[in-house]
């Protein structure tokens, strides 16, 4: 059973950084297109960052120059570097990967369980 295991959230003041993980558990043969997404108290879940096999980025308007996304490819693992943090940034993020578990399968869409940033003064 594949499954992505999040960490890294936290409690900070405004202006703090934190810095999120996330790494399938059990047996695959792939992982592809990575990326972060974020849910606030009565709003629909949004894209942070997303990253492509191929290394392409893409980032919200509203994290544009505070947020990174990488990854460590040996380590299937990526990343969520977040600097500047403000109040509105406060959300459960979620990390989304497509992940190939046998060669012959097609790639599905996997989320990890969710962790909690809050940035209160």
């Known amino acids: 059973q594949v499954q992505l295991v999040e960490s890294g959230g936290g409690l900070v003041q405004p202006g703090e950084s934190l810095r999120l993980s996330c790494a399938p558990s059990?047996?695959?043969?792939?992982?592809?297109?990575m990326g972060w997404y974020r849910q606030a108290p009565g709003k629909e879940r949004e894209l942070v960052a997303a990253l492509t096999s191929a290394g392409s980025t893409n980032y919200a308007d509203s994290v544009k120059g505070r947020f990174t996304i990488s990854r460590d490819n040996g380590k299937n693992t990526v990343y969520l570097q977040m600097n500047s943090l403000k109040p509105e940034d406060t959300a459960v993020y979620y990390c989304?990967?497509?992940?190939?578990?046998?060669?012959?399968?097609?790639?599905?869409?996997?989320w990890g369980q969710g962790t909690q940033v809050t940035v209160v003064s």
């Open positions: 059990g047996s695959f043969f792939r992982v592809s297109n």
């Open positions: 989304n990967a497509q992940i190939t578990v046998w060669s012959w399968a097609f790639p599905k869409d996997y």
